[in-house]
Structure formats: structure tokens, C-alpha cells
């Protein structure tokens, strides 16, 4: 089982819907989530980090639901410019080595007009 | 300011060449990373520095050497290389290691 597994997409979705993405973990340890969104050739950009007790900016919000092990991305009012692939992170604790990042796959979101 | 700063942004070598990429942060971050990304997948960790020490080596081949000069700088440095290591080659910084990571720009490499 890989240890972030997510949706590939693409969704593709209008202008002005309201599109979830979830993600999933293999590791119940796990301690820190977030969400990156990377543009076509270019590098991945910090979205937002994802609190236990879920958070919003703006029109996005992530949840995250430790008993199942799983995050969520809701992105309302989609625009155009949100059109981009959007890689779940989970923090993964090696004990004698320190953390790093494990990354999914990415899933690709297109926004039409 | 989270700024990341590599270069070059592109890099074209032949199999016997050797070149290193740079790599900048002015955050006093005491995490940095060098990622390998092919197209349509997600990035792949090649090594970690924590306090300008390699803790994480994701068992790279020996023709990619990480060099941590001060707690600002990364290089890798390239020797040899296969066309097959041809990719964007992202590197990242964070407070420390596990928390969220701010990417440069990366370095487009081609090897020939």
C-alpha cells in the first residue's frame, strides 16, 4: 500500500463549482499534513497545512480525519486560475534519521469557463 | 520572505561533463532538500540536511554528491550523469525538518 495515496484525477469541473479531493495515509503516527498545488513546470507551492481541528483561507478548508486516516481539500467558487495539480503531504517521523515529507501523487484539476 | 533561489534554471550536459546546481535560502531555515521530479509525478526526496548535516541519503547513486557549504547554501554537485537522470531538480528548505518546506524554482536538466 503506498503511503499517501490519492485520487489522479483530472476532475474537471465550471467555473464557480464547489470540488473535494481527498487523500489517504498508511501511517496512523503520522503527525503533520498539508496541501501543495503545483502549476504546470513550475514548483510545488505551500497551500495550506491541515489542522486537526480543520481550517479554512478563503475558499479552500482541509479537514483532516485521523480515525480514518484521511484529508480532505474542499476548493468553493473554483476560478480558472485554480486549475493545477494539488499533492497531498503527510510527515512521516524516522526515528533515528529525523522527518521528511512523503508526497502523493497529485491530483490534476481543470477549471473551465 | 520565503524565498528559495536556485541555479541555473536550465542545464543542458553531456554524459562526461561535471556541473553542480546551487542553491540558496535566507530564512535561517536549518532544513534543506534536494527533490528529483519527472513529468506527471510527484516529487522524489534524493537527500536531507538538518543543521548542515546529511541525515537523509534516499539511496541516490554515487554520481549525485550533496554539499552543505553553510546553513544557507546546498549544492549537488553532478558527475557522470545517465540520460535517464534527466528531470527538474527542486530544492527546498524548511524550519526544520518535518515542518512545511518552501520550494525553489528548480533547475531544468537535461543530460544528452
Known amino acids: 500500500r503506498k503511503e499517501v495515496e490519492q485520487d489522479p484525477g483530472p476532475f474537471n469541473v465550471p467555473e464557480g463549482a464547489t470540488v473535494a479531493f481527498n487523500c489517504t495515509y498508511s501511517?496512523?503516527?503520522?503527525?503533520?499534513f498539508f496541501w501543495y498545488r503545483q502549476d504546470c513546470r513550475k514548483e510545488p507551492k505551500l497551500l495550506m497545512s491541515v489542522y486537526s481541528s480543520g481550517n479554512e483561507d478563503g475558499r479552500f478548508t482541509a479537514q483532516l480525519n485521523r480515525a480514518s486516516q484521511y484529508i480532505s481539500l474542499l476548493i468553493r467558487d473554483s476560478k480558472l486560475s485554480d486549475s493545477a495539480t494539488y499533492l497531498c503531504v503527510v510527515k512521516m517521523v524516522l526515528m533515528e534519521y529525523g522527518n521528511k515529507l512523503v508526497f502523493g501523487a497529485g491530483t490534476i484539476l481543470r477549471v473551465k469557463s | 520572505d520565503t524565498e528559495v533561489t536556485q541555479t541555473p534554471k536550465h542545464l543542458v550536459m553531456g554524459m562526461t561533463n561535471k556541473k553542480s546546481l546551487k542553491c540558496e535560502q535566507h530564512?535561517?531555515?536549518?532544513?534543506m532538500y534536494w527533490y528529483k521530479q519527472k513529468a506527471k509525478k510527484p516529487p522524489e526526496l534524493m537527500f536531507v540536511?538538518?543543521?548542515?548535516?546529511?541525515?537523509i541519503n534516499e539511496s541516490v547513486p554515487s554520481r549525485f554528491s550533496p554539499e552543505c557549504p553553510n546553513s544557507s547554501l546546498l549544492n549537488l554537485h553532478l558527475h557522470a550523469l545517465q540520460p535517464e537522470d534527466s528531470a527538474l531538480y527542486l530544492c527546498?528548505?524548511?524550519?526544520?525538518?518535518?515542518?512545511?518546506?518552501?520550494f525553489g524554482p528548480g533547475t531544468r536538466l537535461t543530460v544528452t
Open positions: 527546498a528548505s524548511s524550519q526544520v525538518t518535518g515542518n512545511e518546506q518552501y
Open positions: 530564512m535561517g531555515h536549518r532544513a
Open positions: 501511517n496512523s503516527a503520522s503527525q503533520s
Open positions: 540536511y538538518s543543521y548542515e548535516k546529511l541525515s
